[in-house]
């Protein structure tokens, strides 16, 4: 009677601690988990407006070399550099990403700090070394390519999330 006892009990902790882990998924996937909606060029070249830079239509810089490539806008001064990229589907963008991901292995230094984050359609990669910050990011048929001094990094992280590519500015960083 006894091993039947601890039987139910064991089963009843083991069907408990299912039912939690069950609730922490899901509540991981309805907070972090959500897709984000894909900016275009025209919406971010307005918010770098917004903000005072000087946006440059580089489509045509860029289309050369990128046949995918719907659209494209920057912004290059003494503080920021910041390319976002609009392509005709989500393997443009992704051969973007990659590619800026590949590019900033080469600035990586002896100490450096990096970052990878992943869900839905958003993927992040940043990286501080040596004083500057990089960041590309990916979201649906868009791509981005960033960098500054790492004393600027809360003048990107409001660009990123005036665009709706990070909830904040210290959540990149």
Do not use: W
């Amino acid at each position: 009677m006894r091993l039947n006892k601890n039987k139910k009990i064991g089963l009843t902790v083991l069907f408990a601690s299912g039912i939690i882990l069950l609730v922490v998924i899901l509540m991981y996937a309805f907070s972090n988990g959500q897709a984000k909606t894909p900016a275009t060029c025209q919406q971010v070249t307005t918010v770098l407006s917004d903000l005072g830079y000087a946006p440059s239509d580089t489509t045509s810089l860029y289309s050369e070399d990128d046949a995918q490539l719907k659209s494209s806008v920057s912004i290059e001064n003494e503080q920021i550099r910041f390319d976002f990229f609009e392509y005709d589907n989500d393997d443009g963008a992704a051969n973007a990403y990659n590619n800026a991901c590949n590019q900033m292995l080469d600035y990586r230094s002896r100490y450096n700090v990096s970052h990878s984050e992943g869900y839905a359609n958003y993927y992040m990669h940043s990286l501080q070394s040596s004083g500057v910050y990089y960041i590309t990011i990916r979201v649906g048929n868009t791509a981005l390519y960033a960098y500054c001094d790492e004393d600027y990094m809360e003048e990107l992280g409001k660009i990123l999330s005036k665009i709706g590519y990070s909830d904040n500015s210290d959540k990149d960083k």
